[in-house]
């Protein structure tokens, strides 16, 4: 168990409820779930009455009011038991970001309690086929009719797709292009004309759908609309840097997994006589491992703690991002390497680590968009 230092007495008490959750409800089903591609939604609803689908938001519209620090070291306990619901919690935050902080008084009163609860669940919905890290480049365009928006387009790699109960459009305004007219609608999953395709087969966590959003003529009421018409694209970036340390501390915390469990293997297997963790070689793999965990918890913490104390952290967040998925990715390939041929067995969850991680290395923006958002703060 890692030992946490946290602010408070009702710190520790949320994280070994998360830490409770996770072993009682999370691990047991993560393999078959895993295997037969299977969305565990009724996990989401016992998350959400556990209070943990809303924890980094104002508790008067039912959030928990709690810091990003204690939020990001909850989906780290999460994502230690199954990485799919710990990213499928830190995107649904992610999707209530943009109604949290630009939306109307009436919206957040209409919509957050649910969202935050868990009785809805949300989808983030910015990339396309053909814009992907170049997010200003979208194309589908969101066209104002009296009192509605009329949607075209199509929407790609969406987690939940299909799942979701609402989605966070991001569209512009026909004939605008780059960053300009960029704005955010809120559908719900019911709106005539939005469609999800089939699920993406994956190389991993297939327990977390992905999938196209297809806009037809789809009819978003103006209502929907959040923020000001052109405003979206700020949303969405300002969003996207909360979202990045969600996936820091699910980077970390399915690292930590690949730690724990090849030091244990390392402790029972022997091999001339002796454990093979008393060898040099494979103790110092193991020391550089617990390293990599190490400095990835330190960088997400450091950029929440900024951004909790109101200090600018887009470049924190990327260096977080950064690390901590390229770490998880080398962590998880050792801990195959210290099981020798039973980390490339399905045997062992070795083999699902190392799957599993690499998709951190490209979602929230790709670990090359990190290091041009860090490149370009070091020149601004």
Not at 87 to 96: F, K, T, W
Not at 118 to 146: F, H, I, K, M
Request: hydrophobic fraction near 45%.
């Amino acid at each position: 168990m890692v030992q946490r230092l946290l602010p408070d007495p009702e710190s520790e008490a949320l994280l070994s409820l998360a830490r409770d959750l996770a072993d009682g409800e999370l691990r047991p089903l993560a393999n078959r779930h895993e295997a037969d591609a299977e969305f565990p939604r009724e996990v989401f609803r016992v998350l959400g009455k556990a209070g943990l689908l809303g924890l980094p938001y104002d508790e008067e519209w039912g959030g928990g009011g709690v810091s990003y620090e204690v939020y990001l070291q909850v989906i780290e306990e999460l994502a230690a038991a199954w990485l799919s619901v710990a990213m499928g919690v830190s995107v649904h935050v992610l999707s209530c970001f943009p109604l949290a902080t630009a939306g109307s008084p009436q919206q957040r009163d209409a919509w957050l309690p649910d969202m935050l609860g868990g009785e809805l669940l949300g989808a983030y919905c910015l990339s396309e086929p053909q814009s992907g890290s170049d997010a200003a480049g979208l194309a589908a365009t969101a066209r104002r009719d009296g009192n509605t928006f009329v949607v075209n387009g199509t929407k790609a790699w969406i987690t939940h797709g299909g799942e979701a109960d609402f989605y966070n459009l991001f569209t512009r305004e026909p004939g605008t292009f780059g960053a300009a007219g960029v704005t955010c609608l809120l559908a719900t999953a019911d709106t005539p004309g939005l469609t999800a395709g089939p699920p993406e087969r994956k190389m991993g966590a297939n327990g977390s759908t992905t999938a196209q959003i297809h806009l037809t003529d789809a009819v978003v009421p103006a209502d929907r609309l959040v923020g000001a018409e052109g405003e979206g694209f700020a949303i969405a970036m300002s969003a996207l840097d909360s979202g990045r340390l969600g996936i820091a501390a699910c980077a970390v915390g399915l690292a930590q997994s690949a730690l724990d469990l090849a030091v244990d293997y390392a402790g029972q297997r022997t091999q001339f006589g002796r454990p093979i963790s008393q060898f040099q070689g494979l103790g110092f793999l193991l020391a550089d491992m617990a390293a990599r965990v190490q400095a990835g918890r330190a960088l997400y913490l450091d950029a929440a703690r900024r951004k909790d104390a109101g200090l600018p952290y887009s470049r924190e967040a990327a260096i977080a991002k950064l690390v901590a998925t390229d770490n998880a990715m080398a962590v998880a390939t050792d801990a195959v390497q210290v099981l020798g041929g039973a980390g490339y067995t399905q045997d062992f969850p070795a083999e699902r680590y190392l799957r599993e991680a690499k998709m951190l290395q490209i979602v929230e923006g790709t670990n090359q968009v990190q290091r041009l958002v860090i490149s370009r703060s070091l020149t601004t």
